[in-house]
């Protein structure tokens, strides 16, 4: 099986953390790749190390995760397409990460006033994503990738409907819906403040799980891709 649909299989939403900024190694291997992403992406992504006040939102009521470090994704404010990238992209960076062996979270509710790095004029930041060392006292349960074998569909389709289910959504919602005609694919989500980053982590998924030599998307601009 791909390499990739089983890092999205093992990778799961960490909550607990080592209260301890990442290493310089891994620190400078991650802002490599954040450049990568940048040039690929025209988005900015910002690493900050031990920066726990960012994350105390409703940690005690909703447990969100007690990472002291994270990645802030600054898409073009109020822009759906640049916040759909920011789901693609950083989801991208969230797979790379889990592969790196690191936990990983995205997190839409937190304090961006207490934020080191503060968004440029028309910046926006509607997630960031928690990274560190996992706790291992408190592992996120691992699952076995699951194939839908969805009848009289093409088995592009199957994978990528397959890998969309293990796509992380915002409240754990799995409230989208795709469909195709021929090989043109289109997927729905309802609205609401996540959408947008949802929908991009949605479109990864799908294009890694079907291949993207094997369909098009049905609306015009969503054809970016690493």
């Not at 990738?145 to 199957?158: A, G, M, Q, R, S």
């Amino acid at each position: 099986m791909d390499e990739m649909i089983l890092t999205m299989a093992k990778r799961r939403s960490t909550r607990y953390y080592k209260q301890e900024p990442l290493s310089e190694a891994d620190s400078t291997k991650i802002e490599l790749f954040l450049k990568t992403l940048e040039e690929a992406s025209g988005l900015r992504f910002v690493l900050v190390n031990d920066d726990p006040a960012v994350l105390d939102k409703n940690r005690d009521r909703f447990h969100y995760p007690d990472s002291p470090n994270y990645i802030a994704v600054f898409h073009e404010k109020d822009d759906p397409l640049s916040e759909m990238k920011a789901g693609y992209f950083g989801e991208i960076l969230v797979l790379t990460l889990t592969q790196m062996g690191l936990g990983t979270c995205w997190v839409g509710s937190y304090n961006p006033d207490k934020m080191r790095i503060q968004p440029k004029e028309n910046e926006g930041c509607k997630c960031i994503i928690a990274v560190g060392y996992q706790d291992m006292a408190h592992l996120p349960q691992y699952h076995e990738p699951k194939f839908y074998d969805l009848p009289d569909e093409p088995d592009w389709y199957k994978g990528g409907i397959s890998a969309a289910m293990m796509a992380p959504q915002a409240m754990g919602r799995q409230d989208f819906r795709f469909g195709h005609t021929g090989n043109e694919v289109r997927v729905e989500k309802p609205l609401g403040p996540y959408r947008y980053i949802d929908l991009g982590i949605l479109k990864l998924h799908f294009e890694l799980g079907a291949g993207k030599e094997n369909f098009t998307w049905a609306r015009p601009g969503w054809e970016f891709g690493f």
